[in-house]
């Protein structure tokens, strides 16, 4: 750990402190809600690990939890007026088990064989994220259905509610499906909540499960999103897409108890991912000043977010995300098998 800590907090050419300042920087300007840069610096993270460090990937990981914390812990303040708690405490559980099983796989997996499944994670997340764009290429007809199908439900939704804010709001955050972590609580973040209680319980009268969101598919659901995230966000910090696609598609929440669950949800996480990277060694108090010198950087990154969205287009960051995210998970695929 002292070697890595020394190599973290020096300048170049033998530090990489200006490489951790950047990656910082990017990571809060995805919480500040830029589409794709929290998944492309848990990319960069991942990437920049150093490999000459026995551990290095560990210690570059379990670096990030602080930072997070420091932000989702604001983002669960800003966002506590409007969540389902049911769906937190139905996740909590079994991504608390998937997390102990990725610090086991963490503490006994060589290097090599880390940096093998972190990259077999990325290029999960990158099929995530592009499956539909793939399929929708390959098939347009179920392309056209889809888009029916969702003009329908906006439509529903419009009737509803007696005006069509609600459903330009649901189309875009049913887009927005597959952002990383930590973007989409930050799509208020500096406006604050708008909705009391009585208004999310009326949102989600109007939101009606389908058939195949039963009791036993819910909780299934929960389990395998759970162990396979909890292990996920162990070992690379990225279960964001996978629980976007499980409150939006199988727990159907409306878009402002969307933004609060899932930002509650990851400040129980991120703060219960402290203690444990304390015990499994990757994470000491040495560490801890870097980190918040790192996570004030955060912080000015959300707030330089807005700005930055105004001046430029969402396809130019999500065709960075995909980019990165893409050639991180070859790259430490390539470096797990040679």
Known sequence: MDEYISQAVSLPPDGQLHILVGIALILGLGKGGVPGLATVATAATVLTAPSDISGGL???VALQ???????????????????DWPTVWLLLPTTFLGMGIGQLIDRRMSDRGA???????LLGILALRTWKDVVSAICPSWALQQESTTERKERKVAEGKGSDDESDIDSTI????????GEMEALDIEHGDKQSNQEHAEAQQQRKPSPSSSRASTFGWACVVGLIGGAATMLTNSMGPILNVYLLSVRELSPQAYIGTRAMFFCFINLGKLPMRFIGGTLGWPMIPAAAGLGLVSILGVFLAKPIMMGMKESTFVTLELAVVAFAGLRMCYMGLN
């Open 115 to 121: 940096r093998l499944m972190v990259g077999c994670i």
């Open 58 to 60: 560990g210690y570059a």
């Open 174 to 181: 049913e887009k927005e499906a597959f952002l990383d972590n």
């Open 65 to 83: 939890v602080p930072i997070l914390s420091m932000i989702d812990v604001y983002a669960a303040w800003l966002h506590s007026t409007a969540l």
